[in-house]
Every structure is written in structure tokens, then in C-alpha cells.
């Protein structure tokens, strides 16, 4: 359908799109009434993601790996067990001693494609506790890399367990019973003790049921034995899109009228602050080393929801997204106590330090804003690809559509992951195709989009509708602090013309185009993200933005956007 409306602005050439009517067709009048009434009938999708059918769908302890080890996902029992949250670093802290050698061969396949694909680990578990968990090779398509799944064997052993060994494999009565206690104590001489029997002939019996199994080792039995419990135990329902901030760093704050309002530390905690205000995606879900960085930079990053995200609650009736985020910026900084303050905005959020901007006595000192928003001249747009091009005269002419698009983009959402809103927001250029489908900055990115539609699908029909609100061109004239623009050169909108609109005449404003950069520049470069908020904090911000004007130079100086990313070790964190 959206496809089919960017052929329609194609057609519309230069011509204005005067009224809502140069839209709203009779056939789209005709289709809208059922497409409603379906989308409320018809049943919500289920999520059919291949790293939450692994771990997040089981109702046992359980867990998937980046190749740099970040959690790409967790189940809620997992969080306990494994002591980790989903987007945190594994310190490998629940792998017993006697399993170290094992769990390294397995990365080391993961790393370089080696053999070793599947172990049984004794673990111990946060509790104190002892027990043991499989862990595997898993390869997901959408990926350049593969994922580590662990999960727990300690699952109740279910009745129907039995029944299921009897009838598939025709296992007796004595033989299941060996089964089960070979699931549950993993000690064929302690099975033996309970029974009552020699060694000897507990081994003969384990060789009948390696035979009628067709299985060779003990640690083949015992897979086997947890795919049954855990297929028989209730499994968990993952349709919940709960928000929980993984970093462990959020505050949450009440407003006047009741509502919370969240924000979230990264960086380092008595560095100098610098307030980050997203768009549609949160991208201050950052790798380790960017977390690092930016504490050595002595930044601390102080990321605020916005209303409508994460566990921010939207704004009342009544009252526009960007009224209440400007109320909202308001209350955060005067509860941070230290004035006027830094700001790093990304795209859509271009309208709060646009217009709070024009005000020398606002709660902003200087800017860095990431992204040309195809706001920035009349014709910006034509150079979006189809589908964003589509949306954005959906956005202005047909706000019941948009709603529309926004329920449906929800529920496909829940059915087929973040992936869905991923694959369809950032591949204008194989440089976001490339880092959306980068395993390890894959599970910080799906954090972003569940960020975003934890509350369902109004936040980004509001986001939509604030943007093509404000248009920039009298606002950057009027500018009245320190203005950087940091331009992903791969991204749509860069263009000399853009970029020279972007300086609007003002001289407190410079630009920047970043080589090797797309959309998601804070993940493409973090060298110039955080470089360029080490000079954001800065006594004199506007002094060190001018040193990367490309008005002025024509490459950005690599050697000093790169010095604040260090090599980590592997287990180092950024609270070391």
C-alpha cells in the first residue's frame, strides 16, 4: 500500500499537494472502512523471531550471545539465573571452573567457524546454586555472524515425559526412571546408588536406551531428555512489550499532573553533561567501547524517553508531542540543577533545539544535531527513497492513514520482531544495511525499536506528525547558541544544497559531513560521535565545531575524531 502511495507523489512531480482530498481517492475512501474493521477483529499476531523463539519463548533459564558478547537477548527467568540483561556485556561470571575449557572452544567457533557447534556446561547459577546448561551455535539469516544460545537444564521433569519416551521409543518403565534420574543427577554411579545396582549393570542399561534412542553419549540422552521437558513445560508468552531499561542506569521522575518521565546515564557519571533527546529510534543503546569512550571523554550522557517511549508516559489528550517533549525537556533539566545544558539531538527531535533554540535564555547552551531532516529545503524530500518519501505527505495530508500505517506497522511488529521496522527504516544505503544486520550491534538496535513501540504505535505516528511541523528555515536564521550538524555522508539528504540551507546565513552554526556514515552514524563512527560530544561539553563549544566546518575543511581530521576509542579487553566494562 505504501509502495503504491510513493508512485502517487512520483506523479504528483512539483506540484503542491494542496488538500487532503489530492489523496484520499475514492478507492482509498472504499479500502479504509474494512482495513479498520479487520485490524480490529482479527487476532494480534504472534512473534515469530528466531532469536526469541530460542530464548525468549522458553519458559527455562536462557540466553543468545553476540559474537562480542553482548545479550542479544534473555527470558525472564534468564535475567535471574544468569545475573545479566538483555543488551549487557557476559562476563561469563555463571560458567563453572570445570566448563571454562568447553565455553572457550565454543566462542572460539563462533569467532573463526570452527567444529565445535554444541556443549553441556556446569554453571553457577546467581542463586549459589549448581546445575548445568547446553549452549549452541545459531545462525540467523539476517546476520553477517552467529549467535551463542544457553540455556538451562533445569527444568521439571513432567510427567508426560514418560509417556512420551514409552510411546516414541518404547522405553520401559525401569528404563525411563533411568532417564529421569540421569537427567536429574548426571552421575551415572549415583544413579546406580539409588537403585540400588551395580555399575555394571547400569551401563547395560544405559547402552538398551542408547540403542532403542539411536543415541551415542550420554550428553546426546540428556538434550534429548531437556527438549522433552522443556517443549512439555508451559512455555512463555512473548507477546508482551513491557518496557525495561537494560543498562540499569534509569531514573524515573514524576511530572506535575502524575505521569512518569524517564531518563538514563551513560558515560561517565561525574563527567560533564550532555543531554541527549532521540527521534523516532533511541540511539543511546551504545556498544561497550562507546560507553567507554565517552567516560573517558568525561562525558556523561544523560538520555532522556521522551513522551510516548519506553517508560515515559505519552502525552494527555489534547496536548501536542512536541509541547509536552518541551515541557518535558524543561522539567529534566531544572531537576538536574546545572542550567542551560548541552544538547544531542538525532532527526525528528530536530524541532525542540530548533525552536528552543532561538532563545538566549533557554534551557540549551549548544547543539550538535545528527541528521539532515528532509524538512531542511522544500525539496528534500524528493530525495528519500519511495516508502519515506510516502510517508512524509502521509504525515501532512492524510493523518487517519497515517494512524493506520502505524497499526499495521505495530502488529507486523509483534509477528515478525524489530527486524520489520529495521529493515524498512534504514536500508537507503548498504552502509545501514550493513550495521542494522552487524550481530553485535544488532541486539542494541532492537532495544531502540522496542524502545519505541513499548506503548504501541502512537509514539511514532506522533513523531511523524511533529516533524513535518516545523520547517527550519526561518528557525536556523534565528539560532542563538552553537549549532553543529553532523551529515552522514551516505544519508539521503546530504547534498551540497542541504548543507548550505543547513548553515542558514547564521554564523553559529557549522556543518559537518561524515565519510563512511549513514543514518546511524553514532554506531558507524563513534570516533566523531564521541569526539564531537567531548566538544559539545566543552567551556567553548563553538571554537572546536568551526575546527570541522566544511566550509573551512574539506575532510574530517580522522587522527583527533578517533582518540577516544581506546582497545577494550574483552570483559572490560565501562563502570572499570
Same mark, same amino acid.
Given at each position: 500500500?505504501?509502495?503504491?502511495?510513493?508512485r502517487k507523489v512520483d506523479m504528483v512531480g512539483d506540484r503542491t499537494l494542496a488538500s487532503p482530498s489530492d489523496l484520499f481517492d475514492q478507492i482509498l475512501a472504499r479500502q479504509l472502512e474494512p482495513i479498520e474493521r479487520m485490524l480490529a477483529?482479527?487476532?494480534?499476531?504472534?512473534?515469530?523471531? @528466531?532469536?526469541?523463539?530460542?530464548?525468549?519463548?522458553?519458559? *527455562?533459564?536462557?540466553?543468545?550471545?553476540?559474537?562480542?558478547?553482548?545479550?542479544?537477548?534473555?527470558?525472564? %527467568?534468564?535475567?535471574?539465573?544468569?545475573?545479566?540483561? !538483555?543488551?549487557?556485556?557476559?562476563?561469563?561470571?555463571?560458567?563453572?571452573?570445570?566448563?571454562?575449557?568447553?565455553?572457550?572452544?565454543?566462542?572460539?567457533? !563462533?569467532?573463526?567457524?570452527?567444529?565445535?557447534?554444541?556443549?553441556?556446561?556446569?554453571?553457577? @547459577?546467581?542463586?549459589?546454586?549448581?546445575?548445568?546448561?547446553?549452549? !549452541?551455535l545459531l545462525w540467523v539469516d539476517r546476520y553477517n555472524a552467529s549467535f551463542i544460545v544457553v540455556r538451562s537444564l533445569e527444568i521439571h521433569w513432567p510427567d508426560e515425559v514418560n509417556s512420551q519416551l514409552a510411546q516414541a521409543f518404547g522405553?520401559?518403565?525401569?528404563?525411563?526412571?533411568?532417564?529421569?534420574?540421569?537427567?536429574?543427577?548426571?552421575?551415572?554411579?549415583?544413579?546406580?546408588?539409588?537403585?540400588?545396582?551395580?555399575?555394571?549393570?547400569?551401563?547395560?542399561?544405559?547402552?538398551?536406551?542408547?540403542?532403542? %534412542?539411536?543415541?551415542?553419549?550420554?550428553?546426546?540422552?540428556?538434550?534429548?531428555?531437556?527438549?522433552?521437558?522443556?517443549?512439555? /513445560?508451559?512455555?512463555?508468552?512473548?507477546?508482551?512489550? %513491557?518496557?525495561?531499561? $537494560?543498562?540499569?542506569?534509569?531514573?524515573?521522575?514524576?511530572?506535575?499532573?502524575?505521569?512518569?518521565?524517564?531518563?538514563?546515564?551513560?558515560?561517565?557519571? /561525574?563527567?560533564?553533561?550532555?543531554?541527549?533527546?532521540?527521534?523516532?529510534?533511541?540511539?543511546?543503546?551504545?556498544?561497550?567501547?562507546?560507553?567507554?569512550?565517552?567516560? !573517558?571523554?568525561?562525558?556523561?550522557?544523560?538520555?532522556?524517553?521522551?513522551?510516548?517511549?519506553?517508560?515515559?508516559? @505519552?502525552?494527555?489528550?489534547?496536548?501536542?508531542?512536541?509541547? +509536552?517533549?518541551?515541557?518535558?525537556?524543561?522539567?529534566?533539566?531544572?531537576?538536574?540543577?546545572?542550567?542551560?545544558?548541552? #544538547?544531542?539531538?538525532?532527526?525528528?527531535?530536530?524541532?525542540?533545539?530548533? #525552536?528552543?533554540?532561538?532563545?538566549? +535564555?533557554?534551557?540549551?547552551?549548544? #547543539? &550538535?544535531?545528527?541528521?539532515?531532516?528532509?524538512?531542511?529545503?522544500? +525539496?528534500?524530500?524528493?530525495?528519500?527513497?519511495?516508502?519515506?518519501?510516502?510517508?512524509?505527505?502521509?504525515?501532512?495530508?492524510?493523518?487517519?492513514?497515517?494512524?493506520?500505517?502505524?497499526?499495521?506497522?505495530?502488529?507486523?511488529?509483534?509477528? +515478525?520482531?524489530?527486524?520489520?521496522?529495521?529493515?524498512?527504516?534504514?536500508?537507503?544505503?548498504?552502509?545501514?544495511?550493513?550495521?542494522?544486520?552487524?550481530?553485535?550491534?544488532? @541486539?542494541?538496535?532492537?532495544?531502540?525499536?522496542?524502545?519505541?513501540?513499548?506503548?504501541?504505535?502512537?509514539?511514532?505516528?506522533?513523531?511523524?506528525?511533529?516533524?513535518?511541523?516545523?520547517?527550519?528555515?526561518?528557525?536556523?536564521?534565528?539560532?542563538?547558541?552553537?549549532?553543529?550538524?553532523? *551529515?552522514?555522508?551516505?544519508?539521503?539528504?546530504?547534498?551540497?544544497?542541504?548543507?548550505?540551507?543547513?548553515?542558514?546565513?547564521?554564523?553559529?552554526?557549522?556543518?559537518?559531513? *561524515?565519510?563512511?556514515?549513514?543514518?546511524?552514524?553514532?554506531?558507524?563512527?563513534?570516533?566523531?560521535? &564521541?569526539?564531537?560530544?567531548?566538544?559539545?561539553?566543552?567551556?567553548? $563549544?563553538?571554537?572546536?565545531?568551526?575546527?570541522?566546518?566544511?566550509?573551512?575543511?574539506?575532510?574530517?581530521?580522522?587522527?583527533?575524531?578517533?582518540?577516544?576509542?581506546?582497545?577494550?579487553?574483552?570483559?572490560?566494562?565501562? /563502570?572499570?
Amino acid at each position: 500500500m505504501v509502495e503504491s502511495w510513493a508512485r502517487k507523489v512520483d506523479m504528483v512531480g512539483d506540484r503542491t499537494l494542496a488538500s487532503p482530498s489530492d489523496l484520499f481517492d475514492q478507492i482509498l475512501a472504499r479500502q479504509l472502512e474494512p482495513i479498520e474493521r479487520m485490524l480490529a477483529e482479527s487476532e494480534v499476531a504472534t512473534f515469530a523471531d @528466531p532469536l526469541r523463539e530460542e530464548v525468549e519463548a522458553r519458559s *527455562v533459564a536462557a540466553m543468545a550471545l553476540t559474537p562480542d558478547g553482548s545479550v542479544a537477548a534473555i527470558s525472564p %527467568t534468564g535475567e535471574g539465573y544468569f545475573a545479566l540483561k !538483555q543488551g549487557s556485556h557476559n562476563t561469563a561470571d555463571w560458567v563453572d571452573e570445570r566448563s571454562l575449557a568447553d565455553w572457550n572452544g565454543l566462542l572460539r567457533s !563462533q569467532r573463526d567457524r570452527g567444529n565445535a557447534a554444541y556443549a553441556i556446561l556446569r554453571t553457577c @547459577p546467581a542463586d549459589g546454586s549448581e546445575g548445568l546448561a547446553e549452549a !549452541q551455535l545459531l545462525w540467523v539469516d539476517r546476520y553477517n555472524a552467529s549467535f551463542i544460545v544457553v540455556r538451562s537444564l533445569e527444568i521439571h521433569w513432567p510427567d508426560e515425559v514418560n509417556s512420551q519416551l514409552a510411546q516414541a521409543f518404547g522405553l520401559t518403565p525401569s528404563e525411563c526412571e533411568i532417564c529421569k534420574l540421569l537427567y536429574e543427577l548426571r552421575d551415572l554411579e549415583r544413579i546406580c546408588e539409588k537403585r540400588g545396582v551395580t555399575l555394571e549393570t547400569g551401563r547395560t542399561q544405559l547402552k538398551r536406551i542408547f540403542a532403542k %534412542t539411536e543415541i551415542h553419549s550420554r550428553v546426546e540422552l540428556v538434550r534429548l531428555l531437556a527438549m522433552l521437558c522443556a517443549r512439555a /513445560s508451559e512455555p512463555y508468552d512473548p507477546t508482551d512489550l %513491557t518496557w525495561s531499561d $537494560p543498562t540499569g542506569n534509569e531514573t524515573i521522575l514524576e511530572r506535575p499532573d502524575g505521569r512518569k518521565l524517564a531518563y538514563t546515564t551513560v558515560g561517565d557519571p /561525574s563527567g560533564r553533561t550532555v543531554l541527549h533527546i532521540h527521534g523516532e529510534i533511541a540511539q543511546f543503546f551504545l556498544p561497550q567501547q562507546t560507553q567507554y569512550a565517552l567516560a !573517558q571523554a568525561n562525558v556523561r550522557m544523560v538520555c532522556l524517553s521522551m513522551p510516548g517511549h519506553g517508560a515515559s508516559d @505519552p502525552p494527555p489528550k489534547g496536548v501536542t508531542q512536541f509541547d +509536552d517533549g518541551c515541557a518535558a525537556i524543561a522539567q529534566i533539566v531544572e531537576h538536574l540543577g546545572e542550567g542551560p545544558l548541552p #544538547v544531542v539531538a538525532t532527526y525528528s527531535a530536530l524541532s525542540y533545539p530548533l #525552536v528552543l533554540g532561538c532563545d538566549e +535564555d533557554g534551557p540549551f547552551s549548544a #547543539v &550538535v544535531m545528527i541528521g539532515l531532516p528532509w524538512t531542511i529545503t522544500p +525539496d528534500a524530500y524528493k530525495q528519500l527513497p519511495g516508502v519515506q518519501k510516502a510517508f512524509s505527505q502521509i504525515a501532512r495530508y492524510a493523518p487517519k492513514l497515517l494512524d493506520m500505517v502505524g497499526k499495521i506497522g505495530f502488529r507486523s511488529i509483534q509477528r +515478525d520482531g524489530p527486524d520489520f521496522y529495521l529493515e524498512r527504516a534504514y536500508s537507503a544505503h548498504p552502509i545501514d544495511v550493513a550495521t542494522r544486520t552487524d550481530a553485535n550491534l544488532q @541486539p542494541l538496535l532492537r532495544l531502540a525499536v522496542k524502545h519505541l513501540v513499548t506503548q504501541g504505535w502512537g509514539a511514532w505516528v506522533r513523531e511523524c506528525t511533529k516533524h513535518i511541523a516545523v520547517g527550519p528555515t526561518v528557525q536556523l536564521q534565528q539560532i542563538k547558541i552553537p549549532f553543529h550538524w553532523l *551529515v552522514g555522508e551516505k544519508t539521503p539528504t546530504n547534498s551540497a544544497a542541504n548543507c548550505e540551507a543547513a548553515r542558514g546565513d547564521n554564523p553559529l552554526i557549522s556543518v559537518e559531513v *561524515v565519510p563512511d556514515a549513514g543514518a546511524l552514524l553514532a554506531y558507524q563512527r563513534p570516533d566523531v560521535f &564521541v569526539s564531537r560530544l567531548h566538544d559539545l561539553a566543552a567551556m567553548d $563549544p563553538a571554537k572546536g565545531f568551526m575546527n570541522f566546518d566544511d566550509a573551512r575543511h574539506l575532510e574530517t581530521d580522522k587522527s583527533v575524531s578517533g582518540k577516544w576509542l581506546p582497545e577494550l579487553d574483552s570483559n572490560q566494562r565501562p /563502570s572499570d
